[in-house]
């Protein structure tokens, strides 16, 4: 098993930036790809992004693509997702994943 802790949310304003982690422990040289997700209230889980943990390869929905980068440390095992030019539409719980594993998430909310 994985288990995965998501850190970093906060309130920040519009055009403002987080760093989200997400470190990793248990069976963490079984890991291949892990991801970002997020939820905002009343809307459907979404994907946010990926990153291959072998060569650093990354793959992003077009929403946040170009404003989110995906990077991951793999001597600590974690993973992070640096956000900048956030928007109110931002708001919501990301998480992340690798197979089946999830975070408990943390919490990003944008002011406008």
């Known amino acids: 098993q994985v288990q995965l802790v998501e850190s970093g949310g906060g309130l920040v304003q519009a055009g403002g930036s987080l760093r989200l982690s997400c470190a990793a422990s248990?069976?963490?040289?079984?890991?291949?790809?892990m991801g970002w997700f997020r939820q905002a209230p009343g809307k459907e889980r979404e994907f946010v992004g990926s990153?291959?943990?072998?060569?650093?390869?990354?793959n992003y929905s077009n929403s946040v693509k170009g404003r989110f980068t995906i990077s991951r440390d793999n001597a600590k095992n974690t993973m992070y997702l640096q956000m900048n030019v956030l928007a109110p539409e931002d708001t919501a719980t990301y998480y992340c994943i690798t197979y089946s594993f999830w975070g408990h998430g943390t919490q990003v909310t944008v002011s406008s």
């Open positions: 990153i291959r943990w072998s060569d650093g390869w990354t």
């Open positions: 248990g069976r963490t040289s079984s890991i291949n790809i």
